[in-house]
Nanobody, 123 residues
């Protein structure tokens, strides 16, 4: 029903910056929160950031607070994740997700997922 496509992943050195984008298409809905999750090989998916459907509220994992910024453009159905001061520990596949709630931080709550984009931070 809803397709999410991430872009912007790649290889970056520690301390560098990268911006991820997610574009939504298909049968979208007017009210949904958009989140970013990440998963390293052999590890569980972990919450990174979420922005409420109206864009007024944002929440971040402690590990990225102060370094990452989530934003959205509802007119274009896109959400972005600006990642600064990257660390090797940030290396993972990053997933964009959408949920028909005001906000959510649990992966099981999300309704739609993108295919993921790889982020590798070298030391």
């Amino acid at each position: 029903q809803v397709q999410l496509v991430e872009s912007g992943g790649g290889l970056v050195q520690a301390g560098g910056s990268l911006r991820l984008s997610c574009a939504a298409s298909g049968h979208t809905f007017s009210s949904y929160a958009m989140g970013w999750f990440r998963q390293a090989p052999g590890k569980e998916r972990e919450f990174v950031a979420v922005i409420s459907w109206g864009g007024s509220s944002t929440y971040y994992a402690d590990s990225v607070k102060g370094r990452f910024t989530i934003s959205r453009d509802n007119a274009k159905n896109t959400v972005s994740l600006q990642m600064n001061s990257l660390k090797p520990e940030d290396t993972a596949v990053y997933y964009c997700a959408a949920v028909r709630r005001v906000v959510a931080t649990t992966a099981d709550d999300y309704d739609y997922w993108g295919q993921g984009t790889h982020v590798t931070v070298s030391s």
